[in-house]
């Protein structure tokens, strides 16, 4: 079974950053970078946002070994219906800010076809310039999984994913 120290470790390795670097940029100790990697400690919760985006996976890929989804496009005969399916959109800001929005799609669409505003998505000076129309043009043709993933000049990410 492979362990979270085991996953530290490996990402690690592939961006070649050594025990010591990966421990002077997340702030730590050699030691705790080596008792992380021994699976004797584990990193602080804080800690691991930085150590994901430092290791250049997801806090998500390192806690259960499993990658984000990816873009795939379902065949039309095996796309869930659109009433069924929704909308996650993940923020995070450099200040620690998270905020996470689930939105049934089926809601997204008659906004759309009004052309009325759903303020959870235009109220965000993050989210103000994804175009909703073009993503949901996507979903209806068949797309699911991590369908946006955007780093602002802010620093804030944003993922927008359909389930």
């Known amino acids: ?5 085991k996953r530290i470790s490996e990402y690690r390795k592939n961006k070649n950053l050594k025990q010591d670097e990966l421990a002077e940029a997340l702030g730590v100790s050699p030691q705790a970078v ?4 021994n699976d004797l400690s584990c990193p602080d919760i804080m800690l691991l946002p930085k150590l994901a985006k430092l290791l250049g996976t997801t806090v998500d890929e390192i806690l259960s070994g499993k990658p984000e ?3 795939l496009f ?6 869930k219906d659109i009433k069924d399916m929704k909308l996650r959109i993940v923020v995070d800001t450099p200040d620690g800010d998270k905020v996470r929005v689930n ?3 089926a809601l997204i669409q008659v906004a759309i076809e009004c052309g009325m505003d759903i303020p959870q998505l235009s109220g965000s000076d993050t989210l103000k310039n994804i175009d909703f ?4 043009e996507l979903v209806e043709k068949g797309a699911m999984g ?3 993933e955007v780093e602002s000049s802010d620093g804030d990410i944003v993922s927008i994913f359909v389930e």
């Open 133 to 136: 129309a073009k993503i949901f």
């Open 69 to 71: 989804p990816e873009v």
């Open 34 to 37: 080596s008792k992380w990697e």
């Open 1 to 5: 079974m492979e362990t979270i120290g």
């Open 146 to 148: 991590n369908i946006v």
């Open 74 to 79: 379902v065949p039309e005969e095996k796309r």
């Open 103 to 105: 939105i049934p799609c």
